[in-house]
């Protein structure tokens, strides 16, 4: 992380350069040196001056870093979101134009709606007409239920008519 230049040396080289002068300093102390403490102790001041610097620094970029890379995955998310919903939004919007009918439209498909349950109701009648004739074709007119039937058709038309009438509400007793 802590690159070394010739004009920045890295944190290690400096720790090394401070450890060596130490050493000189303790090897020297049993002889007397005529040395100013004052330059030593500014010498020190300064190299530790550096080292702080260089840590700082470096702790800013790693900062830096840190957040540059969060800032931009939070981005790449919230463009995938933003994503998302543009094509959500194009999809219900679709689905919305799909569905919207025309007033022609809408008559023709009612129109078509009442064709068709027309057809239904015709081939249910005739299915039900079907039926009552084949009931009329088995009924015993000697029988209880025969009288009882001819009793009941004569306020209709056509004894198919009230056979029918008479089915209907066996199917549907309401």
């Known amino acids: 992380m802590n690159k070394s230049s010739p004009n920045n040396p890295s944190v290690d080289e400096l720790l090394n350069q401070v450890k060596s002068k130490y050493k000189n300093k303790q090897s020297d102390s049993p002889q007397v040196k005529e040395s100013n403490p004052l330059e030593e102790n500014n010498q020190t001041e300064k ?11 470096s702790k800013k970029s790693n900062i830096n870093e840190k957040s540059i890379k969060a800032i931009q995955e939070e981005i790449k998310n919230k463009q995938q979101l933003v994503n998302q919903s543009d094509s ?19 008559f023709d498909q009612n129109q078509e709606e ?22 009329l074709k088995n009924l015993d007119v000697t029988s209880d239920e025969g009288f009882w039937f001819e009793e009941f058709s004569t306020s209709y038309p056509s004894k198919l008519e009230a056979a029918i009438d008479y089915l209907l509400a066996l199917d549907n007793p309401s």
């Open 114 to 135: 009442i064709r068709y349950a027309e057809q239904r109701r015709q081939q249910q009648r005739k299915l039900l007409t079907r039926q009552a004739e084949q009931w």
């Open 88 to 106: 959500i939004l194009t999809e219900l919007k679709n689905k919305y134009e799909n569905k919207k009918i025309s007033p022609d439209n809408n």
């Open 47 to 57: 190299l530790l001056a550096k080292i702080k610097c260089q840590l700082t620094d």
